[in-house]
C-alpha cells in the first residue's frame, strides 16, 4: 500500500502546479471543525466513499486523509479491492495540524 507523510502532503498542497486530489473520509461535523483549505480537498465521508467508489476522479492522482490514519487506510483496502490505486496520508489531520 501507498502512503505519504503529512509533510510530503504539505509540500503537494504548497505546489500550486500538481493536479491531484485529497479525499478528507472524515465525518461532516469533523470537517466543520477544520480542514486543509484548498479547491484539490474534498470531504466524503469513509462509508459514501465505499459505496460509490466513482466519486473518484480517475484521472488524477488520489489522496485519502483521516484524523488519524485508521479510516483512511481501512478505505484504502477497501478501494484497492476494487481496483482503485489510492495513496494514504500517515498520521492524518492530527499530525497535518502540528506542521
Not at 462509508?47 to 488519524?68: A, G, H, Q, R, T
Request: positive net charge; contains cysteine; aromatic residues 6%.
Amino acid at each position: 500500500m501507498k502512503n505519504i507523510t503529512t509533510k510530503d502532503l504539505k509540500n503537494l498542497i504548497d505546489d500550486k502546479s500538481k493536479d491531484f486530489i485529497l479525499i478528507d473520509v472524515r465525518t461532516s461535523q469533523e470537517w466543520d471543525e477544520g480542514h486543509i483549505d484548498d479547491s484539490r480537498v474534498k470531504n466524503i465521508e469513509v462509508n459514501s466513499l465505499l459505496s460509490n467508489p466513482s466519486l473518484i476522479e480517475k484521472n488524477k492522482d488520489c489522496y485519502l486523509i483521516c484524523e488519524s490514519g485508521g479510516r483512511s487506510s481501512y478505505a484504502q483496502i477497501l478501494l484497492k479491492l476494487k481496483r482503485i490505486e489510492t495513496v494514504e496520508v500517515k498520521g492524518g489531520m492530527s499530525s497535518y495540524r502540528k506542521l
